[in-house]
T-cell receptor
Framework: NAGVTQTPKFQVLKTGQSMTLQCAQD?????MYWYRQDPGMGLRLIYY???????DKGEVPNGYNVSRLNKREFSLRLESAAPSQTSVYFC??????????????FGPGTRLLVL | AQSVTQLGSHVSVSEGALVLLRCNYS??????LFWYVQYPNQGLQLLLK??????LVKGINGFEAEFKKSETSFHLTKPSAHMSDAAEYFC???????????FGTGTRLKVLA
């Protein structure tokens, strides 16, 4: 049972390049999240998926798109990377769709550097 | 809108001393409350959480937190710090009926030998 996995672990992009961050969970969880972590700012929600086929914007969605490919996988795409998107990206999941005080399980993160 | 405030972005304690990390939330309706820990180059993992019931919550690694509604606080404590406690700690809240989790800006704990 691997929990939440993320690929790649580290990526360097040039401004304007595109890339997709992959996330998968093997816990049969319904809801999945993408956050970015920046120094002094905590974690900020980019997008959320309550269940397969649904996605919602979070606090900082601009410049990102997401796909909930199936129940296990939730990908984050940067269509045209900008230096402001240099960050550490975390994927997380919870068992149900309604939150209700459930524990979030986090992946190990993807460190992205945009030059 | 719900917000979370963690006082002190950096806290240093001596090994064996009390650890106290502060967290206050803004909601007038008690939310669900969490503390997560992040070790270097790792994801976050749950230390403890408050949903309902007893206001003193015990977590892993000897940590505990007390929900105080009158003070809108959920401070994290540990009686005796260990070198292995050095990490970044995040307080988070989740309102009832919502999927959103709001995180504080984090407190980096340093343990001095």
């Amino acid at each position: 049972n691997a929990g939440v996995t993320q690929t790649p672990k580290f990526q360097v992009l040039k401004t304007g390049q595109s890339m997709t961050l992959q996330c998968a969970q093997d816990m049969n969880h319904n809801s999945m999240y993408w956050y970015r972590q920046d120094p002094g700012m905590g974690l900020r929600l980019i997008y959320y998926s309550a269940s397969e086929g649904t996605t919602d914007k979070g606090e900082v969605p601009n410049g990102y798109n997401v796909s909930r490919l199936n129940k296990r996988e939730f990908s984050l795409r940067l269509e045209s990377a900008a230096p402001s998107q240099t960050s550490v990206y975390f994927c997380a999941s919870i068992a149900s769709s309604g939150g209700a005080g459930e524990t979030q399980y986090f992946g190990p993160g993807t460190r992205l550097l945009v030059l | 809108a719900q917000s979370v405030t963690q006082l002190g972005s950096h806290v240093s304690v001596s090994e064996g001393a009390l650890v106290l990390l502060r967290c206050n939330y803004s909601s007038s309706v008690p939310p669900y409350l969490f503390w997560y820990v992040q070790y270097p180059n790792q994801g976050l993992q749950l230390l403890l959480k408050y949903t309902t019931g007893a206001t003193l919550v015990k977590g892993i690694n000897g940590f505990e937190a007390e929900f105080k509604k009158s003070e809108t606080s959920f401070h994290l404590t540990k009686p005796s710090a260990h070198m292995s406690d050095a990490a970044e700690y995040f307080c988070a809240v989740s309102d009832q009926g919502t999927y959103k989790y709001i995180f504080g800006t984090g407190t980096r704990l340093k343990v001095l030998a």
